[in-house]
C-alpha cells in the first residue's frame, strides 16, 4: 500500500473464509516475507501452498501505533515456471479502535523470457470501525531478470475516498537459495526507502 495508505487506513486482523478445490498436485511450500522500510514501516507475512494449491496467509503491517492483521485463504491457478493467478479472501481487523472488513484480492505472477510482472492488487470492505473501503495496488513490481538479479521498477497505488495515492521508483533484487533480498527507493505520494527479504522452503 502507498504512504498514505498506511496513515490513514488503520490497522486490520481476522476469520478468513476458505477456498477449495481439486488440482493436479504440486509440491507443498512455505513462504515467509520480511520488510522494513523508512516512515516505521513494518510487515511480516507468512504463507503456507498445499499440494493441492490451497493457499493460507497470515500478515502483520504496523506503521507507528498503527497494528493491521490479516488472516485469508486462497486458490492457486496456472503453472508454475509460467504464470500463476491466487484469488484470495481475507478477515481483517486491527488497532487503534475497532475497526474490520474483509479484503477481496488477487496475487499475480507471469514470467515471460527475462521479463517478470509479479504484485498484489485487492479491495478492502469494511464491515465495522472507521477505515472507508478503499482499492488498492500492492508491491507491483515490473523487473528484467539477469542471471541470479533482477532489476526493474516497484509501484504501490491506493484509492481512498476518490483521491488517489502511489509510489513509484526503482528496485533491485537477487535470489538465492533461501529467497530473495530486494531493496526499493520509491516517491510520489511521500517518500520511501525499503528493504524485503523472502525465504521459501
Known amino acids: 500500500m502507498a504512504a498514505r495508505l498506511r496513515r490513514e487506513s488503520g490497522a486490520l486482523l481476522a476469520a478468513a473464509v476458505g477456498l477449495a478445490g481439486a488440482a493436479a498436485p504440486a509440491r507443498a511450500q512455505s513462504e515467509i516475507e520480511l520488510r522494513a522500510a523508512t516512515g516505521a514501516y513494518r510487515f511480516v507475512d507468512v504463507s503456507y501452498e498445499f499440494r493441492n494449491r490451497v493457499v493460507v496467509d497470515a500478515l502483520h503491517v504496523g506503521v507507528s501505533d498503527v497494528q493491521e492483521y490479516h488472516l485469508g485463504a486462497g486458490y492457486e491457478l496456472g503453472s508454475d515456471s509460467a504464470w500463476s493467478v ?3 479472501v481475507y478477515g481483517v481487523l486491527g488497532t487503534p479502535g475497532r475497526r474490520q472488513g474483509v ?11 527475462s521479463w517478470r510482472v509479479r504484485g498484489f492488487a485487492g479491495r478492502f470492505f469494511p464491515t465495522g470501525g472507521t477505515v472507508p473501503g478503499y482499492t488498492f495496488v500492492d508491491a507491483f513490481d ?7 538479479w533482477e532489476v526493474g521498477a516497484s509501484m504501490d497505488a491506493d484509492q481512498i475516498g476518490g483521491s488517489p495515492g502511489w509510489l513509484l521508483g526503482p ?17 510520489g505520494d ?12
Open 171 to 187: 528496485t533491485l533484487k537477487r535470489n538465492d537459495g533461501l529467497g530473495a533480498w530486494a531493496v526499493s527507493c520509491r516517491t
Open 103 to 113: 479484503t477481496l484480492g488477487v496475487f499475480a505472477d507471469f514470467r515471460s523470457g
Open 86 to 88: 491466487t484469488p484470495i
Open 142 to 148: 515490473l523487473t528484467r531478470v539477469i542471471g541470479s
Open 190 to 201: 511521500g517518500s520511501e526507502f525499503r528493504v524485503i527479504r523472502t525465504l521459501q522452503f
